[in-house]
């Protein structure tokens, strides 16, 4: 009952923190004349410029998108944290301004790009009554702009079928060709538990990865822009396991990935839709000197329709494994985000080659209600459909939910509470 009342009470303080522009009180009525960003030394009037460097084009084209509608304080918002994003800003504050037409206002932004900071976030913080606690903070040094190198310490058995807690770092480089191109560069380093259940359900042939006591992995990556709403990303994964048991065995699973990304978003008057698919591929092989060979095919659909204080939005995800992967590469269900409300032991304790999911989430204002459905099993098994549906409050990323897996004989409500991102 106490992280009941922890999740209203910290609900309640972001409420009574609403933001009021300065200049003027303004709503929906107004339409938007135009979107100007200002940054140290620069401004730009996004709709009177024919390009800006500064600007590439999905982000120049969603905020064309804004002018000649309605005010939208959400999307306003919205924009401001793409933004911050975007330019590795220490700040982004909008500001509304009288336009130089009846009815019309002028939207400024300014964008405070320190040529050296430092940031400091908190992408998990998560408690759930069947998996415990898990939590990841991470510190971010900027440089010029363009360069930032990150530093963090995880602890998590959400995600995955064991609790990894480690550090990770990483560095990015988003100056090539326009802000076209990302180099990045990741290490993580890791030590492993795994509950009894996982144990227990080790199998003695080698159709399953072994356990392993420690993990770490060195990552090169690329992301190209290829088109206004598509990138693609492509890297080499060299990861080293040490194996649990008598001799401390280190293998190598090294792969090669490739992740295309294609993000559509479309907003009118009174509502929005944003439609994001993902498609991964992580393939090992002897070439790349792996002690495992598999191919892991993910894809990743979610549509997202925000009208007023209404939020709908729909998860789809499905997969695959072919060949013999490490547990870390397994699918996983029955966690904070996928069939919520059944423990991921009880579905597969090691995880599963085969994967499907589908959640449905209704929010208006505060009020959150899910359904969530979805299978997971081994090739040559028959896969079972379960079903969850949950109510909670949800604050921007903050969320306190309870969760029911639907199942004959008995109901065993689950606690979810925290943010993730």
């Given at each position: 009952?106490?992280?009941?009342?922890?999740?209203?009470?910290?609900?309640?303080?972001?409420?009574?923190?609403?933001?009021?522009?300065?200049?003027?009180?303004?709503?929906?009525?107004?339409?938007?004349?135009?979107?100007?960003?200002?940054?140290?030394?620069?401004?730009?009037?996004?709709?009177?410029?024919?390009?800006?460097?500064?600007?590439?084009a999905i982000l120049r084209r969603d905020i064309l998108a804004l002018i000649g509608n309605k005010l939208n304080p959400e999307a306003l918002d919205r924009l401001a944290t793409r933004l911050r994003r975007?330019?590795?800003?220490?700040?982004?504050?909008?500001?509304?301004v009288r336009g130089k037409n009846p009815e019309s206002v002028q939207v400024v932004f300014d964008i405070d790009s320190r040529p050296t900071r430092f940031d400091l976030s908190v992408p998990k913080f998560?408690?759930?009554?069947?998996?415990?606690?898990?939590?990841?903070?991470?510190?971010?040094?900027?440089?010029?702009?363009?360069?930032?190198?990150?530093?963090?310490?995880?602890?998590?058995?959400?995600?995955?079928?064991?609790?990894?807690?480690?550090?990770?770092?990483?560095?990015?480089?988003?100056?090539?060709?326009?802000?076209?191109?990302?180099?990045?560069?990741?290490?993580?380093?890791?030590?492993?538990?795994?509950?009894?259940?996982?144990?227990?359900?080790?199998?003695?042939?080698?159709?399953?990865?072994?356990?392993?006591?420690?993990?770490?992995?060195?990552?090169?990556?690329?992301?190209?822009?290829?088109?206004?709403?598509?990138?693609?990303?492509?890297?080499?994964?060299?990861?080293?396991?040490?194996?649990?048991?008598?001799?401390?065995?280190?293998?190598?699973?090294?792969?090669?990935?490739?992740?295309?990304?294609?993000?559509?978003?479309?907003?009118?008057?009174?509502?929005?839709?944003?439609?994001?698919?993902?498609?991964?591929?992580?393939?090992?092989?002897?070439?790349?000197?792996?002690?495992?060979?598999?191919?892991?095919?993910?894809?990743?659909?979610?549509?997202?329709?925000?009208?007023?204080?209404?939020?709908?939005?729909?998860?789809?995800?499905?997969?695959?494994?072919?060949?013999?992967?490490?547990?870390?590469?397994?699918?996983?269900?029955?966690?904070?985000?996928?069939?919520?409300?059944?423990?991921?032991?009880?579905?597969?304790?090691?995880?599963?080659?085969?994967?499907?999911?589908?959640?449905?989430?209704?929010?208006?204002?505060?009020?959150?209600?899910?359904?969530?459905?979805?299978?997971?099993?081994?090739?040559?098994?028959?896969?079972?459909?379960?079903?969850?549906?949950?109510?909670?409050?949800?604050?921007?990323?903050?969320?306190?939910?309870?969760?029911?897996?639907?199942?004959?004989?008995?109901?065993?409500?689950?606690?979810?509470?925290?943010?993730?991102?």
């Amino acid at each position: 009952m106490k992280y009941v009342w922890l999740g209203c009470l910290l609900v309640g303080s972001q409420l009574l923190a609403g933001t009021q522009d300065s200049e003027f009180n303004v709503n929906t009525r107004y339409t938007v004349e135009t979107v100007v960003l200002s940054g140290d030394g620069w401004t730009s009037n996004v709709g009177a410029e024919p390009r800006n460097d500064r600007i590439n084009a999905i982000l120049r084209r969603d905020i064309l998108a804004l002018i000649g509608n309605k005010l939208n304080p959400e999307a306003l918002d919205r924009l401001a944290t793409r933004l911050r994003r975007e330019f590795h800003a220490h700040n982004v504050e909008r500001h509304v301004v009288r336009g130089k037409n009846p009815e019309s206002v002028q939207v400024v932004f300014d964008i405070d790009s320190r040529p050296t900071r430092f940031d400091l976030s908190v992408p998990k913080f998560l408690y759930a009554s069947q998996q415990g606690w898990n939590g990841a903070v991470e510190g971010v040094a900027t440089v010029a702009t363009h360069h930032s190198l990150t530093a963090g310490i995880v602890s998590d058995s959400d995600e995955l079928a064991e609790r990894y807690a480690g550090v990770i770092a990483r560095y990015e480089d988003t100056s090539l060709a326009g802000d076209r191109v990302r180099l990045g560069f990741q290490f993580e380093s890791y030590h492993d538990a795994w509950s009894g259940n996982t144990v227990a359900a080790q199998p003695g042939d080698a159709s399953v990865g072994e356990l392993y006591r420690s993990r770490q992995n060195f990552q090169p990556e690329a992301t190209v822009m290829l088109a206004k709403p598509l990138s693609l990303t492509v890297g080499t994964s060299f990861e080293r396991l040490e194996e649990e048991g008598p001799g401390s065995e280190v293998v190598a699973a090294n792969a090669a990935f490739a992740t295309l990304r294609y993000h559509e978003s479309l907003e009118d008057s009174d509502s929005q839709q944003d439609l994001d698919a993902v498609y991964s591929l992580r393939e090992a092989s002897r070439a790349l000197d792996s002690d495992f060979v598999y191919a892991r095919n993910r894809w990743d659909f979610r549509y997202t329709l925000t009208k007023g204080k209404v939020v709908i939005i729909e998860d789809l995800s499905a997969g695959v494994i072919t060949g013999r992967a490490p547990l870390y590469e397994r699918f996983v269900l029955g966690n904070s985000s996928t069939l919520r409300g059944w423990n991921k032991y009880d579905l597969d304790p090691l995880g599963g080659n085969r994967m499907v999911a589908n959640s449905v989430d209704l929010r208006y204002g505060l009020l959150q209600l899910f359904y969530d459905s979805g299978a997971i099993w081994d090739r040559n098994d028959s896969a079972t459909l379960r079903h969850s549906v949950g109510i909670g409050l949800r604050q921007g990323i903050f969320s306190l939910a309870l969760a029911f897996p639907l199942r004959e004989g008995r109901i065993d409500p689950v606690l979810i509470l925290g943010m993730n991102y």
